[in-house]
């Protein structure tokens, strides 16, 4: 439950099995446990997509990624906060409220787990990514970026 993620449900079709998201719940903290229980189950590297909001709900699962070395890449947006409501709450009201959050430094972070971690912004993203899913065991990427919103997702 990320805007990136929202973006990826117009591009990639769950039917082809390469992408999975908690739309239908719509729980926060679901990504990385998920990625990490592919990672192993499939014996393929994966990919998590979290905002910096959510990925607070699911920090002690690097714990267990260390544990058993799985090849999953973990990718945080980090907009400073709750990205998509602050987004409807300006299109509402023209003003948010408890939007900004104070959050880690999740690459020191990632370093405290004993995870490879590193920052990119939007232009460096293709290549780090590429890096982070060709070295095996686990990694964190955090990107610094703020993303629109795609308008429909409140619509429908
Ligand atoms: C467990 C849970 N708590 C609260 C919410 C409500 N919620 C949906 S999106 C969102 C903001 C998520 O922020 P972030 O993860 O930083 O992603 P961004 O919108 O900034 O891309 C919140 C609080 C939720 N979906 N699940
Ligand atoms: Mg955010």
Request: avoid cysteine; charged fraction near 15%; proline fraction near 5%.
């Given at each position: 439950?990320?805007?990136?993620?929202?973006?990826?449900?117009?591009?990639w079709?769950?039917?082809e099995?390469?992408?999975h998201?908690?739309q239908?719940?719509?729980?926060?903290?679901?990504?990385?446990?998920a990625a990490?229980?592919?990672?192993?189950?499939?014996?393929?590297?994966?990919?998590?997509?979290?905002?910096?909001?959510?990925?607070?709900?699911?920090?002690?699962?690097?714990?267990?990624?260390?544990?058993?070395?799985?090849?999953?890449?973990?990718?945080?947006?980090?907009?400073?906060?709750?990205?998509?409501?602050?987004?409807?709450?300006?299109?509402?009201?023209?003003?948010?409220?408890?939007?900004?959050?104070?959050?880690?430094?999740?690459?020191?972070?990632?370093?405290?787990?004993g995870?490879?971690?590193?920052h990119?912004?939007?232009?460096?993203?293709?290549?780090?990514?590429?890096?982070?899913?060709?070295?095996?065991?686990?990694?964190?990427?955090?990107?610094?970026?703020?993303?629109?919103?795609?308008?429909?997702?409140?619509?429908?």
């Amino acid at each position: 439950m990320t805007i990136a993620a929202y973006w990826a449900w117009s591009a990639w079709d769950p039917r082809e099995g390469g992408f999975h998201s908690a739309q239908g719940s719509g729980g926060l903290g679901f990504a990385f446990p998920a990625a990490l229980a592919a990672a192993v189950g499939s014996g393929r590297h994966t990919l998590a997509v979290s905002g910096d909001g959510g990925a607070m709900y699911g920090i002690a699962e690097l714990a267990a990624a260390r544990q058993h070395d799985a090849d999953v890449t973990w990718l945080i947006v980090d907009d400073g906060g709750y990205g998509i409501l602050r987004e409807y709450m300006t299109d509402a009201f023209d003003r948010t409220t408890a939007t900004e959050l104070a959050r880690p430094d999740f690459v020191a972070l990632a370093g405290a787990f004993g995870i490879p971690a590193r920052h990119t912004d939007p232009e460096h993203l293709r290549d780090t990514l590429a890096e982070a899913l060709a070295t095996p065991g686990p990694s964190v990427v955090v990107l610094g970026a703020t993303l629109q919103m795609f308008a429909p997702t409140h619509l429908s």
